[in-house]
């Protein structure tokens, strides 16, 4: 079994900080891309930022400048610096990554629950 488990999330007031954390355990082999989503109410889920193994990030240009995308490859762990904050990064954060379980197993994709972030006017 694979688990991402998220952290970090909470109401926050606009122009604020906020980390998310998310550690994957279990049987892992390998862990490729890791990313970071979120979904507002209403709407579809959209791709916030990415993360290699080698460390090249993308993000999407609503965050850009705003938000840091990193990761500890020794914990399994992936992190979301997220400042100046605005009442429209509210969503459900979920963290994603591209999971290897065994060196003759196949990628796939594994989820966290999500975490709220809330940031009021």
């Known amino acids: 079994q694979v688990q991402l488990v998220e952290s970090g999330g909470g109401l926050v007031q606009a122009g604020g900080s906020l980390r998310l954390s998310c550690a994957a355990s279990?049987?892992?082999?390998?862990?490729?891309?890791m990313a970071w989503h979120r979904q507002a109410p209403g709407k579809q889920r959209e791709l916030v930022a990415t993360?290699?193994?080698?460390?090249?990030?993308n993000y999407a240009e609503s965050v850009k400048g705003r938000f840091t995308i990193s990761r500890d490859n020794a914990k399994n762990t992936v992190y979301l610096q997220m400042n100046s904050l605005k009442p429209e990064d509210t969503a459900v954060y979920f963290c994603?990554?591209?999971?290897?379980?065994?060196?003759?197993?196949?990628?796939?994709?594994?989820w966290g629950q999500g975490t709220q972030v809330t940031v009021s006017s």
């Open positions: 279990g049987s892992i082999s390998v862990i490729n891309t």
């Open positions: 994603a990554a591209e999971i290897r379980r065994t060196l003759i197993t196949g990628t796939r994709p594994y």
């Open positions: 993360i290699t193994s080698r460390g090249s990030t």
